[in-house]
């Protein structure tokens, strides 16, 4: 870690300000003529300045501690009364010069402004649970550990946008990060293959990237996205937002089995004007809990068809009938041992990609009381049916003891995974209440939740998208039911 400089020094104030900026009133000032520095505001200036220099070496210090883990030593380390400048008699400020970033202030600052930083700020910094602070000019401005650590090592991840989030400029390395156009599948270096929005509306958040690193990081993962999203959201991010927060409240509450929810997004009217279509979403409880992931691994078939099985039992009275399995116990010991399918690819990893909707359905039927069925084939698909597909599916999604099973593509291959829900126009004549489904069919609300990445359900598809590969392709990709029924 580079090391602090005071004194005549400059000192980086802020990440993402592509800037170096230089404490107001130092080796300038000790230039002035003699009469001036003997003046009695000079010299408490001077004093001043002698202290904040020691306790900025006490600041390196601290930093240094938190650096190497030492909590209890960058504690103990921090200048007294907890806010560098301070003293025993009187409380001197940090100058911080007119052109301060937004992080240490949120109003136009003037020349000298004091912006103190308390002791609590080390703290909070160490459990990442430090707010973003944009109060007024001479308050004290809490700021998260990357901020924190990267004042001092010169990395500048990060800078705050407007909306007191964070946007992620530069590379880990302190690289000034350029901006791409982004692809509707694209590949970025932290969250790997994916559609360039996971509520699939019409946004593209810029990809930012360092030639010098090989990095390219997705609008999500620098907070483009978020803060696009806050300053405009749109009604795909609307219903892609209450998905994602039932499917948090189905995790937190094991016995929930649908929670429901709705929201409000303006859509066209008739004579160019804007109308409010209620929209009402739910998840499936034992689907969203029961996923099984796939991590890293072309597994897909397996973590699905695991999840299928526990999902479908989880309810059941007797916990000798709900399933817990995992990928690999169907990887290995059905689709390799029972089916005697090749369950590696050529580097000897574990891959699914031998198994296919027939090995996946006599797997699932080989447990006790579980069955299948087809639901949306290419006859259902096509766009004269949909109004029918759509109802039956909303139905389906809600029966206990079932999940429903998507066999669908990316840009790149076929996959396998679950429905997790559904979001969509309740009926004009409801009274719109909470648990209403979604049966009104229509082309640009409905939508499922599910992944076409991986198994973890948080992608909004509309539905028309889904049903686009079922008819292309005549019926190989298909949605089928999954379901616990004893004879």
């Known amino acids: 870690m580079a090391a602090v400089h005071h004194a005549d020094a400059s000192f980086p104030l802020g990440p993402g300000i592509g800037q170096t900026m230089e404490w107001s009133g130092e080796s300038s000032d000790l230039a002035q003529d003699d009469a001036v520095r003997r003046s009695p505001i000079s010299k408490r200036t001077l004093s001043r300045k002698e202290a904040l220099a020691a306790e900025l070496e006490q600041l390196e210090a601290a930093m240094l501690a938190l650096d190497a883990e030492d909590i209890s030593s960058a504690l ?233 099985l526990n999902s479908c039992t989880e309810q059941l009275p007797s916990k000798k009938q709900r399933l817990k399995l995992t990928w690999k116990q169907v990887l290995f010991d059905h689709f390799q041992d029972k089916l005697k399918l090749k369950v590696r690819d050529a580097d000897g990893d574990p891959a699914s990609w031998k198994v296919g909707k027939p090995h996946i359905r006599q797997v699932i039927e080989s447990f006790p009381g579980m069955r299948t069925r087809d639901l949306i084939t290419d006859a259902e698909a096509v766009p004269q049916k949909r109004e029918a597909a759509w109802k039956a599916l909303v139905t389906e999604l809600r029966r206990p003891n079932t999940a429903v099973f998507f066999h669908t593509r990316n840009r790149w291959s076929g996959h396998y995974t679950l429905i997790a829900g559904a979001v969509g126009p309740i009926p004009a004549d409801s009274d719109r209440s909470c648990d209403i489904l979604p049966t009104v069919y229509d082309s640009e609300h409905c939508a499922i939740l599910t992944n076409q990445v991986c198994q973890e359900p948080m992608q909004r598809v509309s539905f028309e998208k889904a049903l686009e590969p079922i008819v292309k392709t005549k019926g190989f990709f298909r949605i089928f039911v999954v379901e616990h029924r004893p004879r």
């Not at 360092?210 to 959201?233: K, Q, V």
């Open 76 to 308: 103990g380390l921090m200048p007294a009364e907890g806010r560098i400048g301070s003293t025993d008699s009187v409380t001197s400020p940090v100058l911080v010069p007119s052109s301060s970033p937004p992080f240490l202030s949120a109003a136009p600052a003037c020349e000298h402004v004091a912006h103190p930083v308390p002791r609590e700020v080390l703290e909070a910094c160490v459990d990442h649970q430090a707010p973003l602070g944009s109060d007024v000019a001479g308050v004290a401005h809490p700021v998260p550990r990357g901020v924190l650590e990267a004042s001092v090592d010169h990395q500048a991840p990060l800078r705050l946008d407007v909306a007191g989030g964070q946007v992620q400029d530069r590379c880990p390395r302190g690289h000034p990060m350029a901006r791409r156009a982004t692809k509707a599948w694209d590949f970025c270096s932290k969250c790997g293959y994916r559609p360039a929005m996971w509520c699939g509306g019409p946004e593209r958040p810029a990809y930012s990237y360092c030639s010098l690193c090989d990095l390219e990081l997705c609008g999500h993962c620098t907070g483009l996205a978020r803060l696009e999203g806050a300053l405009n959201p749109s009604p795909q991010l609307k219903a892609w937002t209450l998905l994602m927060r039932l499917a948090e409240d189905a995790r937190a509450q094991p016995t929930l089995a649908a929670p429901f929810g709705r929201v409000a997004v303006p859509a066209a009217g008739d004579g160019g004007k804007t109308r409010e279509v209620m929209l009402s979403a739910f998840v499936s409880g034992p689907v969203v809990r029961q996923i099984v992931s796939q991590g890293e691994l072309f597994v897909c078939g397996a973590a699905a068809t695991a999840a299928a």
